[in-house]
């Protein structure tokens, strides 16, 4: 740990193992909320009627820098052979309701989880926020 005086820029961190560079990371200060991205964390989920899809839901600037303080309330489409089983945003004070099909991001994110409702096909997933760039994602459904 390091204490450091805040400035707006770029943090770079760097690992290594024997000399050798394992991974890096950088991040940036962020703008003024803009967008938003979806992340599936699978894109094909099974036709049984039980199968989920975690779709990891992350409010952007213009440049693609996650907002961390970012709170918009997050409203979700699904269009398909899928339905909203739930949403969350990891906030251990948030009295939302899990049923819902929106929710209130927290540290500039929150989770839409789809499910399947036992057809084949696809699912497209839609959300949008005032004042921000609406996302769509799509999940095969096999």
């Given at each position: 740990m390091w204490r450091v005086k805040y400035e707006?820029?770029?943090?770079?961190?760097?690992?290594r193992k024997k000399g050798k560079v394992v991974t890096e990371q950088e991040i940036r200060t962020a703008g003024e909320p803009a967008q938003i991205r979806l992340t599936p964390d699978r894109s094909t989920i099974q036709a049984d009627g039980k199968d989920l899809s975690f779709i990891t839901v992350e409010i952007l600037d213009k440049n693609g820098n996650l907002c961390p303080n970012a709170e918009n309330?997050?409203?979700?489409a699904v269009e398909g052979v899928g339905f909203i089983a739930g949403v969350d945003?990891?906030?251990p004070i948030s009295m939302e309701k899990f049923k819902n099909n929106h929710r209130k991001a927290f540290y500039g994110k929150c989770l839409v989880v789809v499910q399947?409702?036992?057809?084949?096909g696809s699912v497209k997933v839609t959300a949008t926020?005032?004042?921000?760039?609406?996302?769509?994602?799509a999940i095969k459904v096999k």
């Open positions: 707006p820029g770029t943090v770079k961190a760097v690992s309330d997050m409203t979700f945003n990891g906030s399947n409702d036992g057809e084949p926020a005032d004042g921000l760039k609406k996302a769509t994602t």
